[in-house]
């Protein structure tokens, strides 16, 4: 898996939501439980453990900020402090897997 392939994954979620108002983060996706927004708040949570677990620095919680409409900023941030800390391949893959994942239960 390379850079260019989660980097093109975190585009098309984005694609997906970036327009979204804050109503449509606040409906619950394919899963029925939790919000949209906790989605892909758990996403960028992910993200950010592998980024940091690449780096070899503790983990850390991602901040949940006020409106939900800065969750892709926040994706796109840990997705690219994940490809700058020069993961593996295989991490790359699962955070790509995970992006994937998360479209499809918006």
Known sequence: MSAAELERAVQLLVRQVGHWEQPRWAATGETGNVSRAD??????????NLGADAEGE?????PRL????????????????????????EVLARAAAEVTATRSAL
């Not at 989605?39 to 949570?45: I, T």
């Not at 409409?69 to 020069?86: E, F, K, M, S």
């Open 66 to 89: 006020t409106k939900d409409l800065a969750l892709t900023d926040q994706l796109r941030v840990v997705a690219a402090d994940l490809i700058a800390a020069g993961a593996a391949p």
């Open 39 to 48: 989605v892909v708040h758990r996403l960028v949570q992910e993200v950010a």
């Open 58 to 62: 503790p983990r850390h919680t991602v």
